[in-house]
């Protein structure tokens, strides 16, 4: 198979992220992160360019992957870039029925299918809206997200790591 994307907010990218991430790539030939640009989320903690810059440092290791911003419909950004599925992690049975829902509706919208990797289990608690609470609380995150986004955590929280 070809080229697949794996979407998302990506604010920030936690070990739950790369491991699908990680996953997709030895599957694909070509993965394209796409990181949407959401004008709802108006409180995003980081930038557009600090996810696509830590997104790039933590897949790094992986020559297959492209990290791009999309607005408007995934499934129109899919087509723009001829991608052929659309790659998601399912964490529990509460993320199944909303993810089940877009699924069905992108592939009835233009026939791209979604594939589930099961998350790891180690990471099935993790979302980055609870990574950045903990972190903002300053909670220790360091086994839930890669060590630069640790530290650009602690930096924003003024941690104080570095
Ligand atoms: O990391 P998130 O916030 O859970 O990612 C959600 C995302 C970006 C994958 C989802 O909201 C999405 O695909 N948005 C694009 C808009 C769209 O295509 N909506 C119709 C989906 S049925």
Do not use: W
Request: include cysteine.
């Amino acid at each position: 198979m070809a080229t697949a994307l794996c979407p998302g907010s990506f604010d920030p990218v936690t070990n739950g992220h790369l491991d699908i991430i990680e996953r997709t790539a030895r599957h694909f030939e070509d993965v394209i992160v796409a990181v949407i640009r959401n004008p709802q989320k108006s409180q995003s903690l980081f930038t557009l360019a600090e996810r696509q810059e830590m997104l790039h440092e933590v897949t790094a290791h992986l020559s297959n992957i492209k990290i791009e911003f999309f607005k408007g419909l995934l499934v129109d950004f899919a087509k723009d870039h001829g991608a052929e599925a659309i790659v998601k992690g399912l964490r529990a049975v509460s993320d199944f029925d909303y993810e089940l829902q877009m699924a069905q509706m992108n592939q009835s919208l233009s026939g791209i299918d979604t594939f589930f990797i099961s998350t790891s289990p180690g990471y099935s608690f993790l979302s980055s809206s609870l990574v950045r609470e903990v972190a903002r609380y300053g909670g220790d995150v360091s086994s839930m997200v890669p060590p630069l986004v640790a530290k650009r955590l602690a930096e924003r929280f003024g941690g104080g790591t570095g």
